[in-house]
């Protein structure tokens, strides 16, 4: 049996976080604890937000490993973190939505096309936002399971 990309054990809500560092290991943290990665993987997502931020716009993030963390990659899947009170990720870009992922393969590509066509409609990044439930988040990001 293949792990669900996304799953209610990967979301978190409500969360705070001070630095961009803390969140992206945050993110990283829920992908490592749920085995779709290997602890390694998370020094590869900060490795990748030191060449090129994964803010994305909309209150959006995402952040993923480098193109050689492949290999640090168990399982495709994907964490959820919102942070209501926002997290500063460089240059006054504030985030309250955060999806990290990791893919086997091209997965991820795949993944990161899907959540920029749900995520580049800005009532979808609020309705993820204000999310009170985890079933709310995985009914949005609904598609990347499929």
Do not use: W
């Not at 993030?61 to 290999?71: F, L, Q, V, Y």
């Not at 640090?72 to 990290?100: H, Q, R, Y």
């Not at 749900?118 to 399971?145: R, W």
């Amino acid at each position: 049996m293949t792990k669900e990309i996304l799953s209610a054990e990967n979301i978190e809500l409500g969360v705070q976080l001070a630095s961009k560092e803390e969140a992206v290991r945050y993110v990283g943290g829920i992908l490592l604890n749920n085995g779709y990665v290997k602890e390694s993987y998370i020094d590869k997502m900060l490795e990748r937000e030191a060449i090129a931020t994964t803010f994305m716009g909309n209150a959006l993030a995402i952040p993923h490993g480098t193109e050689d963390a492949k290999k640090e990659v168990l399982a495709t899947g994907m964490s959820v973190v919102t942070v209501p009170d926002g997290v500063d990720f460089g240059d006054g870009n504030i985030v309250k939505l955060l999806i990290g992922i990791a893919g086997k393969g091209d997965e991820h590509l795949e993944i990161l096309s899907q959540i920029a066509i749900i995520c580049s409609e800005e009532e979808n990044v609020e309705k993820l936002t204000q999310a009170a439930t985890k079933e709310e988040i995985i009914a949005t990001l609904n598609e990347v399971n499929d």
